[in-house]
């Protein structure tokens, strides 16, 4: 092998690696406090008005959310019930501002979830639904 074939593919491979390890090293970056999906009960739904009960308030019916696409929404409503409230995995943001470029995040879960249904959203969180609960989806930066 000549020695500029073997330098051009020691220089490819090491591209190849440092490729890799930029898409890996983003999820492993943590800095600051946690930040987590919440969702807390708000009350019943009522599915002939589509309004969460008493309220001119609609919400999101999270039954038809991809659990790929929203896998802090899903994971805070897996851990919730009908009385309590649940959180998601924690989410840490990276220094910089540069994980925020190459992982998806609770801000990104959000943002989706407030463009998708836009009379959802209110001062304090998104509003949601599964089956017959409502619930008040917010983001927190510490454990409860």
Same mark, same amino acid.
């Given at each position: 092998m000549r020695t500029r074939t073997r330098n051009a593919i020691l220089v490819i491979l090491a591209i190849l690696v440092a490729l890799l390890?930029?898409? &890996? !090293?983003?999820?492993?970056?943590?800095?600051?406090?946690p930040y987590y999906l919440?969702?807390?009960?708000?009350g019943a739904w009522n599915a002939t008005d589509e309004r969460l009960d008493g309220t001119n308030q609609?919400?999101?019916?999270?039954s038809e959310l991809s659990?790929?696409?929203?896998?802090?929404?899903?994971? &805070? !409503?897996d851990n919730a019930s009908p009385n309590s409230s649940g959180q998601s995995d924690p989410y840490?943001?990276?220094p910089v501002g540069f994980k925020e470029s190459f992982t998806h995040s609770v801000f990104d879960e959000r943002e989706a979830l407030s463009r998708q249904n836009a009379s959802a959203a209110a001062d304090e969180g998104i509003y949601v639904h599964d089956g017959r609960t409502v619930y008040l989806l917010t983001i927190t930066q510490t454990e409860q």
């Open positions: 390890a930029l898409g &890996a !090293l983003p999820g492993l970056l943590k800095s600051g406090d919440t969702v807390e009960p708000q609609t919400a999101i019916n999270v659990e790929q696409r929203y896998p802090f929404t899903s994971t &805070a !409503l840490w943001r990276g």
